[in-house]
């Protein structure tokens, strides 16, 4: 199965989990903990590479992060596409790019550039019609390539610019102009993401299939809310856009601060990866030939 028909038909079954994955090695250790699916986020890949998340880096930036996760993991990866890194010529390419990553599938935005982060106050967003013409371009490239179950979603940041009504006519028109899955950004509470998915429930033609995507990032508006209950709300993959790499520099930090002060990494031991774990999550066996995943 494709990526794309891979992670739809895992969130045909329930609701999905995708932590981030800020590079291969992440990845991996998603995959080796039992997740099925992972997803790469601008805002990770950003400051991974020292940089604010406002649409610095390129689209080839962007594939390369995808390729190596999708390469050193095999799992499907749903991907940020940011704004679509330009006007609907760039957002046809960035599906064919993606494809050729082995992306299962992305997501566009529909705030002006240089965008903001979902969770911050200040945004802008581009006319209804300009953002839906993006998605139809993004939905004919799919539709036409050689994977046409590659998802493309729209993500809307209205709900932060002018309130929760205009989010949900958004999400509707973005779903009649050919997206997969709706992924409302900055929703402020539980209830507002049980309502949101009820309310377009009414807003598209009965029996019309598609996916939502709920975003559980940390220090931001929406609360901490379980997988489970994004399940049973009507939520079919939640993304946890930046968890492993504040994880991560939080340990990275305790332990700089650790060297610093005792001059030794002794005291530090305990909370490293071994060697042996490391070789093990790589697939590498010292004095034996590597082999380079075949994807």
Known sequence: MSPGARLRELMSRGVVAAP??????????????????????????????????????????????????????????????????????????????????????????DQVFPKRCGHLDGKKLVPLEHACEKIRAAAETAGESPDPSFIICARTDARGVDGFDAAVERAAAYLHAGADMIFPEGLASEDEFARFASLLRSKVEPGMRYFLLANMTEFGK?????????????????????????VAM????????????????????????????????????????????AR
Request: hydrophobic residues 45%.
């Open 20 to 109: 981030g994955a800020f590079n291969a090695l992440c990845a991996l250790a998603i995959r080796d903990a039992g997740f099925q699916a992972a997803y790469i986020s601008g805002a990770a890949t950003s400051v991974a590479a020292g940089v604010p998340d406002v649409g610095i880096l390129t689209l080839d930036h962007f594939v390369r992060a995808i390729h190596e996760s999708y390469r050193a993991s095999g799992l499907p990866l749903i991907a940020d596409a940011d704004t679509g890194f330009g006007e609907s010529e760039m957002v046809r390419r960035t599906v064919v790019e993606y494809q050729r990553a082995g992306a299962a599938g992305l997501h566009i935005e």
């Open 250 to 293: 939080g340990a990275v930090s305790r332990g700089l601060a650790t060297l610093r002060e005792t001059g030794s990494v002794e005291q530090l031991l305990g909370e490293m990866q071994t060697r042996e774990q490391l070789y093990t999550a790589i697939g590498y066996k010292p004095g034996v030939e590597w082999k380079y995943p």
């Open 222 to 246: 929406t609360p901490v809310i379980p997988l489970k209950r994004f399940g049973e709300i009507g939520y079919s993959i939640v993304i946890y856009p930046v968890s492993m790499l504040r």
